[in-house]
């Protein structure tokens, strides 16, 4: 298993290290939208370890590449999905392992064409206008 870690925040420091320590782990830390899209694309899975997270781009984003996410129960990330599209778990090390097994056991391609599938309906265009209609006009 290989680590992709993406970002800035207050790990980055932490993750550098990590990265010339560990050959499986790989910090990029910030990319463009474009150089996300590819990130995700040569991703099997994303993990959202985030316990404060509100309703994460990085949710819809890894979705609509097709790819399932793992998420904690915490925050608004998990309400996000159906459970069949990934994981959402009490962040623990041990739950994280577990959850990325249980999704290698997956029928990688069907799931990912679940997980496309379910945000192309539920995250597009006209859902966005009709929350904004809704909410704040």
């Known amino acids: 298993i290989k680590f992709i870690f993406v970002g800035l925040g207050v ?3 932490y993750l550098k290290v990590s990265s010339q320590k560990y050959t499986n782990v790989l910090y990029l830390g910030e990319k463009s939208r474009e150089e996300l899209v590819e990130i995700y694309n040569i991703s ?3 993990i959202l370890p ?13 979705l609509s590449c097709g790819r399932p996410v793992i998420v904690t129960n915490k925050g608004c990330s998990k ?3 159906p459970d069949d599209l990934g994981r959402k778990i009490e962040p623990t090390k041990q739950n ?7 999704l290698q056991k997956e029928d990688f391609n069907q799931l990912r064409q679940r997980c496309r599938e379910f945000a192309l309906k539920t995250y ?3 859902n966005f206008n009709k929350i904004l209609e809704t909410y704040l006009i």
Not at 50 to 62: M, Q
Not at 96 to 102: G, K, V
């Open 44 to 46: 099997d899975m994303v």
């Open 79 to 81: 309400d996000m999905f």
């Open 124 to 126: 597009n265009r006209d």
């Open 96 to 102: 994280i392992i577990e959850a990325i097994r249980q």
């Open 11 to 13: 790990l980055s420091e």
């Open 50 to 62: 985030s316990t404060e997270e509100g309703s994460s781009l990085v949710v819809i984003e890894a």
